[in-house]
């Protein structure tokens, strides 16, 4: 059985009672988030796993957020790509609403594979090696690669344009300031910010891919950290958002600044971002994609 120790990652149980609670209608959280259709990039990770240990992958649901960044590759967080029973399998969609995708084709009647292959597109993992590794630096990073048969389907059922990474060093070369007077937006499908009721609290929605403005707070040396200030009119990433992109405004252009990987546990303050900047995070990404 699947264990994530980190708050935007959802277990198996969690995501089961999060998604039974209904039709979503948010994500991110609920305050200053908007639908993004438009960013076709941003997507959704499906896993395929074997829940009760009986040999038979018979659990099919979506579980973290990601981006495309270029044609066979899928960036997410590695606590969402590790310690999944054996034989799982990993799929993108990046419809925006992959909940609604998936209510559908469960209604039909298929099997957990057909609804696999009806919602995504499947891809294999590579997560890097040194996760986990500490406060400093989590190697908190994961890709899911497509053969050149899976990146066509995937683009054909949903044309996307990759995001754009930063080049080496560019958020320190900007600097607190400069990053300050930026616009950051993070995206994902995760759920709602806590919901307080007789019986504790509930984190409802998740599934449609979604935006929120967040304001700059920090940046350290393999994180950025993200305010989640609700009267600044800023919103913010919950529990499935993990893996899911922080984008930048620079110069007129979003750049994919940081993933997103923790926070507190509310999802009323603060986004913990991993950078995609640095020499760790570039060293991992360069086996797979072309780095500016």
Known sequence: ???????AALTGTAVAAV??????????NTYNAQPAPERHEVGALLVQWDRDG?????????YCSGTMIDENTFLTAAHCT????PGVKFYVSLDQDVQ???????????????????VGVEGTEHTSPDYPGNSADA???AVIEFSDAQAAALAKRWPFTPATLPSAGQLDALGSRALDAATWQVMGYGTEE?????????????????????GFDALNNTWVRL???????????????????????????LVLAATTITGDGPCYATNVSYRLDTPSARGFLDEFVALP
């Open 139 to 141: 190697h908190d990073i």
């Open 54 to 62: 009986d040999g038979t992958s018979e659990t099919i649901d979506w």
């Open 100 to 118: 609604g995708a998936l209510d559908k084709a469960k209604a039909d009647g298929l099997t957990p594979t057909q609804i696999a292959t009806t």
């Open 194 to 214: 806590a919901a307080r009721g007789p019986g504790g609290q509930t984190h409802p929605g998740g599934g449609v891919r979604m935006k929120a403005e967040v």
């Open 1 to 7: 059985m699947r264990r994530s120790a980190l708050f």
């Open 19 to 28: 998604l039974a609670a209904g039709t979503p209608a948010s994500a991110i």
């Open 82 to 85: 590790t310690d999944w029973s």
């Open 227 to 253: 305010a989640m200030n609700e009267s600044r009119n800023y919103g913010g990433a919950c529990y499935g958002d993990s893996g899911g992109p922080n984008f930048v405004t620079l110069d007129g252009a």
